[in-house]
């Protein structure tokens, strides 16, 4: 039977392997996928802000929009990989307003039936950019249903109740509150006040009534 001490310098030279292993696990697993998330947010938003300078009603929209959203799923159970998803389509929700011309997007008159169509067509034309990329292609049923309601009137589809996907309904409901606080072309900014019994009024018709009820909630603390 062997009887040996395990000297200072190689205990040293264990815990520093240790360390080093533990410190390349962290990197790897962590610190580089974390670093990853944050460029590609950075990059998301930066999309995001150049589509709206497009529509000049709609500077700040998408990030507003994501911060509400993302609160409301975390309130609804919603963690990790659910809530980045959310973040995102937030994000690129009207990125497909890209292709829409600007003279329609900062129309002040009434849109034309056809012009309404070529808006409404962003959804669709959003979804079909963002599943043509690998790391958002499972969004793109979110930015394609976000103008779906609950009853059955909104677009593309005209989807109705849970067949509406739960983050689309999240977005439906945030995009229209900050819709009608802010100065578009086409109208004047809402009174919050006024916003919120018009939300209040089509929750169980547009709006989910759990997500609608959550939202009314945070308004209502100044969350």
């Known amino acids: 039977m062997f009887n040996y001490q395990i000297t200072a310098g190689v205990w040293l030279f264990i815990v520093i392997a240790l360390t080093i292993s533990i ?6 697993r962590w ?11 950075k990059s998301i938003t930066a ?22 959203t993302v609160a409301v799923a975390k309130k609804l159970g919603m963690t990790g990989h659910d809530l ?15 292709n ?5 997007l900062n129309k002040k008159d009434p849109l034309t039936p056809e012009e309404l169509e070529i808006v409404r067509s962003h959804s669709k034309l959003g979804a079909e950019m963002v599943a043509a990329v690998p790391f958002l292609a499972d969004i793109d049923k979110y930015i394609l249903h976000h103008h779906e ?14 067949a509406i996907p739960l ?27 006024d916003a919120i019994e018009e939300i209040r009024e089509n929750i ?20």
């Open 204 to 223: 169980g018709n547009k709006y989910d009534a759990k997500v609608g009820s959550i939202f009314l909630e945070m308004l209502s603390h100044g969350s």
């Open 167 to 193: 983050a689309s309904r999240i977005l439906a409901i945030a995009a229209d509150y900050d819709a009608m606080i802010s100065e578009r072309p086409y109208h004047h900014a809402w009174n919050p006040a």
């Open 31 to 41: 610190y580089l996928p974390m670093k990853m998330k944050g460029a590609y947010l």
């Open 100 to 104: 829409v011309p600007q003279a329609i």
């Open 84 to 98: 980045e998803r959310i973040e995102y389509a937030a994000l690129l929700m009207d990125i497909g307003k890209a």
């Open 47 to 68: 999309l995001a802000a150049a589509v709206e300078t497009k529509d000049s009603g709609t500077v700040g929209h998408a990030q507003r929009v994501a911060q509400v």
């Open 23 to 28: 410190l390349s696990l962290y990197v790897s």
């Open 149 to 162: 309601y609950w009853d059955g009137t909104g677009y593309p589809a005209g989807l109705k109740g849970e």
